[in-house]
C-alpha cells in the first residue's frame, strides 16, 4: 500500500497517512473482501488521489522547484522486476508524474508498475476499462516522451558515485568536472523553508566551482556525507555535527556522466530520516569568516 500511495504522492508523509487511513477503512468494514490485496490496493489508490488533487494546488503555491520527499527503501520487493520498481521510484519518474492528471497517475502506477490488469485498475479508480485504458496510453506517452535515451546500469552509477563523494569531500575541482555532464544541473528544494539556491546552477565549471568552494568549508566545521541509495538512485544524507540531516543529495547518471545534482533541504521533507539539523545556523557558520591561520 506505501508503494503505490507513495508514488502517486511523491511524498512519505501522505502515504503513511494514506495506508493509515485505508487500513482504518479496512478494519472498521463490516464484511470481509473476496480478495484483501485488491480491496487494499484499490482503497488507498482512491484515498491517494484525493490526497493529490489538494495537494497540487499547495505544489502550485510551492516556493522554488518541488521534488518528491527522498525516500531511502522501497518496501515492495519483487526480485524479478528489481530494476523496474528501482526506475519508477527514482526522482526523475515521479517528477515525470507530476505531469500527469491524478487519474493517469493512478492509472500508471498500478498498471504499468504493480502489473495489475485492466479490470483491478478501473475498480480502482472508479473509471471503465476503455477509460483506464486510454488513460493508460496518454499517460505512457508523456512517460516515454521524457524518458533519456540511455541510462547507466547500477554498478556504473555506484561507480561514478563514489568518485563524485570522494571528489566532493577534496573540493577537487578538476575531479568534479570530469564527472559532470557538460550541461549538468544542480538545484535545490528548500520550499522557504531553508537556504537554498536562488536558480538552477548550471553547466560543468559553475556547479563543480560551486561544489568545490562550498563542501570544503561544510567538512570543516564537522558536516559529513553519509553515502545512502535514495529513490532508487546514488546519493547521500548530509549531516551536521550532531547527526542531524541538513539535507539530501541525489544524482541522475546518464550516458557516463552526472547530468542532475537534486538536493532536498526543506526540513518538513527530512523528518522521516531523522532528526533535523538547523539549515540556517548551518550555513552562517559556512559563511562566517575563518580567522587567519585557522
Known amino acids: 500500500m506505501f508503494s503505490i500511495a507513495y508514488r502517486i504522492l ?23 473482501p473476496r480478495s ?10 482512491r484515498v491517494a488521489i484525493d490526497v493529490l488533487r489538494s495537494a497540487r494546488v499547495r505544489r502550485e503555491e510551492y516556493v522554488g522547484p518541488w521534488f518528491p520527499e527522498p525516500l531511502l527503501a522501497d518496501p515492495y520487493e519483487d526480485p524479478a522486476r528489481s530494476a523496474e520498481l528501482a526506475d519508477s521510484v527514482s526522482m526523475a519518474a515521479l ?8 487519474l493517469e497517475r493512478a492509472v500508471f502506477v498500478l498498471r504499468e508498475v504493480f502489473d495489475f490488469g485492466f479490470p483491478e485498475v ?9 477509460a483506464c485504458r486510454q488513460l493508460a496510453v496518454r499517460a505512457r506517452r508523456h512517460m516515454a516522451a521524457g524518458r533519456p535515451r540511455f541510462e ?11 568518485r563524485f563523494f570522494d571528489a566532493l569531500r577534496e573540493g577537487d575541482v578538476v575531479a568534479l568536472r ?14 522557504g523553508k531553508a537556504p537554498q539556491l536562488s536558480r538552477a546552477v548550471v553547466g560543468d565549471r559553475n556547479v563543480a566551482g560551486l561544489l568545490a568552494s562550498v563542501f570544503p568549508r561544510m567538512i570543516r566545521i564537522d558536516v559529513t556525507l553519509e553515502r545512502h541509495e535514495l529513490n532508487g538512485r546514488p546519493g547521500a544524507i548530509v549531516r551536521d555535527r ?12 546518464l550516458d557516463g556522466r552526472i547530468q542532475t545534482i537534486r538536493s532536498v533541504i526543506n ?5 522521516h530520516l531523522g532528526p533535523v539539523a538547523d539549515a540556517w545556523a548551518v550555513d552562517r557558520e559556512v559563511r562566517r569568516p575563518r580567522p587567519p591561520g585557522a
Open 10 to 32: 511523491g511524498s512519505v508523509s501522505e502515504a503513511e497517512d494514506a495506508v493509515q487511513e485505508t487500513w482504518l477503512r479496512f478494519e472498521a468494514s463490516p464484511t470481509e
Open 36 to 45: 484483501v490485496r485488491a480491496y487494499l490496493s484499490a482503497a488507498v489508490t
Open 95 to 102: 517528477l515525470l508524474l507530476e505531469r500527469l492528471s491524478p
Open 122 to 130: 478501473a475498480s480502482a479508480v472508479g473509471r471503465s476499462e476503455a
Open 152 to 162: 547507466a546500469d547500477r554498478e556504473e552509477r555506484e561507480e561514478l558515485a563514489s
Open 178 to 191: 570530469d564527472l559532470l555532464a557538460a550541461d549538468v544541473s544542480m538545484v535545490g528544494d528548500g520550499g
Open 242 to 253: 550532531d547527526g542531524r540531516v541538513l539535507h539530501t543529495l541525489a544524482l541522475d547518471i
Open 267 to 271: 526540513p518538513d521533507k527530512l523528518g
